[in-house]
């Protein structure tokens, strides 16, 4: 174990020269509830603390953020790398700041959302391969009908190359609430659609990516029809909808024994951006055993009432770009 942490305390301390300056890594992660030990008054995150239900301690507090730093580190530290459930800046501090991530150094962008479980998301980027010039995050719930959803969170900025890369970070409503669910990513990805055309047409060169945690397959109508795919790879605006390039035998998430890709990354761009890689991370320390049954899922915080000591429910994806100016 202590040789472990010596060989992360390396790669951390000295950057990737893998990485020429032209290509452009952008990573996503629901890093499934990442709350702090304390308790909100404003959100119902009760269960959340050492006297909760689940009985979060800082000691799994710090073991979940521990083990989010080395998947960042065994992904060659991605230049971007969006979040969902992210509680607050404080959880983001601990990660960027609190472990050597700081010697990249990686900082974030976060803004609260209306969300009552108070879960957001964010952007955490490496301020050494990416300058952020302006951000800010978009309202998706309706006040009015009781219906709150994590915002959609907009970074513009530039590489270190002095290319423009625009970042839209998603987390949409689950599956539950049934048709009105439905309804809700639809009227969502319309939106989302909408704002990666607008990010385009003021930014004519620049790379527009999106990505999230969906809660929808690429079949459903939010993707189909809400996003404008179809049955197709690509929009008649030109996004293109990267994840249906992945294999169908595995997924993002498991759910009642079936791998399904319900995190995807989309990307709106010119010729002269070409995608050099999208992989998802399959790492053993994010999977373990299926229980009792063939196969592998991935290793959660808490499964319902017991502590399990994974990560996520999610696996994370990992896209390489290169831009051929």
Not at 58 to 75: E, P
Not at 130 to 135: K, M, Q
Not at 210 to 233: I, K
Request: proline share 5%; hydrophobic share 35%; glycine share 8%.
């Amino acid at each position: 174990m202590r040789r472990l942490a010596v060989i992360l305390m390396m790669m951390v301390s000295i950057p990737s020269q893998s990485q020429e300056f032209s290509t452009f890594t952008a990573a996503w992660w629901n890093v499934e509830n990442l709350f702090d030990t304390r308790d909100d008054p404003h959100t119902n995150d009760e269960e959340y603390t050492p006297g909760g239900d689940l009985h979060w301690t800082r000691g799994k507090f710090y073991s979940k953020i521990r083990g989010i730093y080395k998947t960042i580190v065994m992904m060659d530290m991605p230049d971007v790398m969006g979040l969902a459930e992210v509680e607050n800046k404080y959880v983001l501090r601990e990660l960027c700041q609190g472990t050597p991530l700081a010697k990249v150094p990686y900082r974030y962008v976060h803004y609260d959302s209306p969300d009552r479980r108070g879960i957001d998301c964010a952007l955490i980027y490496r301020a050494d391969r990416f300058t952020v010039i302006d951000s800010r995050p978009v309202r998706v719930s309706d006040s009015a009908e009781g219906f709150f959803t994590r915002d959609i969170l907009v970074v513009e900025g530039v590489t270190a190359d002095g290319d423009s890369v625009c970042l839209l970070v998603n987390h949409w409503p689950s599956k539950r609430g049934g048709d009105e669910a439905d309804a809700r990513r639809l009227e969502i990805a319309r939106t989302l659609r909408q704002l990666m055309l607008d990010l385009k047409a003021k930014h004519p060169d620049a790379a527009v990516i999106a990505m999230g945690d969906m809660n929808a397959t690429s079949a459903e109508e939010a993707l189909s029809v809400g996003m404008g795919f179809g049955n197709d790879t690509v929009t008649p605006e030109g996004i293109r909808l990267l994840t249906r390039r992945l294999p169908n035998d595995w997924g993002s998430h498991k759910y009642q024994g079936q791998w399904r890709y319900i995190d995807h990354i989309f990307l709106l761009a010119g010729e002269s951006w070409e995608v050099k890689k999208l992989k998802l991370m399959k790492f053993d320390h994010l999977l373990t055993d299926e229980n009792g049954k063939p196969g592998v899922r991935p290793k959660r915080t808490n499964l319902g009432p017991r502590y399990e000591g994974g990560l996520s429910d999610h696996l994370p994806l990992l896209l390489r770009l290169k831009h051929n100016p």
